[in-house]
């Protein structure tokens, strides 16, 4: 099992950033792909960002060049950096992790809210 905690979002208006946090933690190994989704009120899950532990994210068409992923060298953790945020950017996002290969995301935090006040 593994387990996601996210942390850092909050509300803020249109044009700053956030920075939100995802922390891996249980039987965790670098065969792990962690991924970023946001879910908005009445809309399904959509993929912002994915990353192997050990290669470069790939982003979704509709946050690239505004949203980036990294990793921390040091601890298992992930963040999404979020810049340029609009009012449509308000949703829950969510980590999620699979094992490299698998078809679907296996493990899931219990999301974080961001809000954009425009």
């Known amino acids: 099992q593994v387990q996601l905690l996210e942390s850092g979002g909050g509300l803020v208006q249109a044009g700053e950033s956030l920075r939100l946090s995802c922390e891996a933690s249980?039987?965790?190994?670098?065969?792990?792909?962690l991924a970023w989704f946001r879910q908005a009120p009445g809309k399904e899950r959509e993929f912002l960002a994915a990353?192997?532990?050990?290669?470069?994210?790939s982003y979704a068409d509709s946050v690239k060049g505004r949203f980036a992923m990294s990793r921390d060298k040091v601890k298992t953790m992930v963040y999404l950096q979020l810049n340029s945020l609009k009012p449509e950017d308000t949703a829950v996002y969510y980590c999620?992790?699979?094992?490299?290969?698998?078809?679907?995301?296996?493990?899931w935090g219990q999301g974080t809210q961001v809000t954009v006040s425009s």
């Open positions: 999620a992790a699979k094992w490299k290969g698998a078809p679907k995301y296996e493990y």
């Open positions: 249980g039987r965790w190994s670098s065969n792990y792909v």
């Open positions: 990353r192997w532990w050990g290669g470069d994210p």
